[in-house]
């Protein structure tokens, strides 16, 4: 049976089975019954994204939206390139299927039936047998496009800190594979999670932070994520099984293509589900290593006080990870435990940039 073509709006992180009609003036983007109208874009306003030659399916996009639409039925992208000059790329099939697929061969294959259960089922308990290295080159990809362009931060004794700290705390979670730190030089306010235990860190953050416990309280956080697999999740849902398999085996390129920016950072965004699995993690990770573990409700409390008044703090953590009273209460905990950080590794942390 034809593959349906799915539509993703670029704002909740879920695909959608639709119906495509080609008229002369505009594609008409229908629910899969065929009964209501989902988008009309204007042929003048459609591009297909991509490297039609390699990619199984480019994406159709509307000029300047973030919705997409992905056909795969090779009959279906056939009769559209017919009917609209617009999408005459759509024909070019490129000859033979997924050669760089065929070389990974089983592995990549036991790969693939993984993640769809992963993603279809939902289970943080499958996603750990994707493997790891896999996850680690999606998640390099990723790092280069959203933050490629930023000066990282190069003070080794800094880092050291905190990369100490966070394979501390991914080892005292039983995570079987080392993590890294990254300190991005400026803002926003914000720290964020990529596959394959790489962690990204703004120094405007640690700036903001009143003492090393509440940076420690947020990196705990951000292991939850990782503990619990949640960025490939999340990537996942938003680009397609498809897509994100290309991405990891090579096709590094077709994330940059179709996830610029924006779109990546909404597939980053995690759910409230999640938010609370991280907190909860992560201030019990810090109370098993008997750690201060009263940083990250301390830093919500503050950010919530000082409501974000520039565009840069709206996009940063507040959009991310909105502190909200019901998280405060749950990750509330006693000033006891030992600091996360001694003054040196806090300095030293404080001064990471500076150079
Ligand atoms: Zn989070």
């Given at each position: 049976?034809a593959?349906r073509p799915?539509y993703?709006?670029?704002?909740?992180?879920?695909?959608?089975?639709?119906?495509?009609?080609?008229?002369s003036?505009?594609l008409?983007?229908?629910?899969?019954?065929?009964?209501?109208v989902?988008?009309?874009w204007?042929?003048?306003?459609?591009?297909?994204l991509?490297d039609?030659?390699h990619?199984?399916?480019?994406?159709v996009?509307?000029?300047g939206?973030?919705?997409r639409?992905?056909?795969?039925?090779?009959e279906l992208r056939?009769?559209?390139?017919?009917a609209m000059?617009?999408?005459?790329?759509?024909?070019?099939?490129?000859?033979?299927?997924?050669?760089?697929?065929?070389?990974?061969?089983?592995?990549?294959?036991?790969?693939?039936?993984?993640?769809w259960l992963?993603?279809?089922?939902?289970?943080?308990?499958?996603?750990?047998?994707?493997p790891?290295?896999?996850?680690h080159?999606?998640g390099q990809?990723?790092?280069?496009?959203?933050?490629?362009?930023?000066?990282?931060?190069k003070?080794?004794?800094?880092?050291a800190?905190?990369n100490?700290?966070?394979n501390?705390?991914?080892k005292?979670?039983?995570?079987?594979?080392?993590v890294?730190?990254r300190?991005?030089?400026g803002?926003?306010v914000?720290?964020?999670t990529?596959p394959?235990?790489?962690?990204?860190?703004?120094?405007?953050l640690i700036?903001?932070?009143?003492n090393g416990?509440?940076v420690?309280g947020v990196?705990?956080?951000?292991?939850g994520?990782?503990?619990?697999?949640?960025?490939?999740?999340?990537?996942a849902r938003q680009?397609?099984?498809?897509?994100?398999?290309?991405?990891?085996?090579?096709?590094?390129?077709?994330?940059g293509t179709v996830g610029?920016?924006?779109?990546?950072?909404?597939a980053?965004?995690n759910?409230?589900g999640?938010?609370?699995?991280?907190?909860?993690?992560?201030?019990?990770?810090?109370?098993k290593?008997?750690?201060?573990?009263?940083?990250?409700a301390?830093f919500?409390?503050?950010?919530?006080?000082?409501?974000?008044?520039?565009?840069?703090?709206a996009i940063?953590?507040?959009?991310?990870?909105?502190?909200?009273r019901?998280?405060i209460?749950a990750t509330r905990r006693?000033a006891?435990?030992k600091?996360?950080?001694s003054?040196?590794e806090?300095a030293?942390?404080?001064a990471?940039?500076?150079?």
């Amino acid at each position: 049976m034809a593959v349906r073509p799915r539509y993703y709006d670029g704002k909740v992180a879920v695909a959608r089975e639709v119906g495509v009609r080609p008229m002369s003036h505009e594609l008409i983007i229908t629910d899969a019954a065929g009964t209501a109208v989902v988008a009309r874009w204007p042929a003048s306003e459609l591009v297909v994204l991509g490297d039609t030659g390699h990619e199984k399916a480019p994406p159709v996009i509307r000029r300047g939206e973030e919705a997409r639409l992905v056909i795969e039925d090779p009959e279906l992208r056939h009769q559209l390139a017919q009917a609209m000059p617009a999408l005459a790329a759509l024909g070019r099939m490129r000859p033979k299927a997924a050669p760089r697929i065929a070389l990974f061969g089983a592995t990549l294959a036991v790969a693939i039936g993984v993640f769809w259960l992963a993603i279809e089922v939902g289970s943080s308990s499958i996603a750990p047998y994707v493997p790891y290295d896999l996850q680690h080159r999606l998640g390099q990809s990723v790092a280069g496009e959203l933050v490629g362009q930023q000066p990282l931060c190069k003070g080794g004794a800094g880092l050291a800190a905190i990369n100490g700290l966070a394979n501390r705390l991914a080892k005292a979670a039983d995570y079987p594979h080392p993590v890294e730190v990254r300190i991005v030089k400026g803002g926003p306010v914000n720290a964020f999670t990529l596959p394959g235990g790489i962690l990204v860190f703004y120094s405007d953050l640690i700036d903001r932070a009143r003492n090393g416990n509440e940076v420690a309280g947020v990196l705990a956080h951000e292991m939850g994520h990782v503990v619990h697999y949640h960025a490939i999740q999340g990537l996942a849902r938003q680009f397609g099984i498809d897509q994100l398999l290309k991405a990891m085996t090579g096709g590094f390129s077709d994330l940059g293509t179709v996830g610029q920016g924006g779109t990546l950072l909404l597939a980053l965004r995690n759910g409230r589900g999640f938010e609370r699995d991280a907190d909860a993690t992560g201030v019990g990770l810090l109370e098993k290593l008997g750690l201060r573990a009263d940083g990250v409700a301390s830093f919500f409390e503050r950010m919530l006080e000082n409501q974000p008044g520039d565009m840069a703090a709206a996009i940063g953590i507040w959009s991310s990870h909105p502190p909200t009273r019901e998280r405060i209460e749950a990750t509330r905990r006693p000033a006891t435990g030992k600091p996360a950080f001694s003054d040196a590794e806090w300095a030293a942390l404080r001064a990471a940039c500076n150079r």
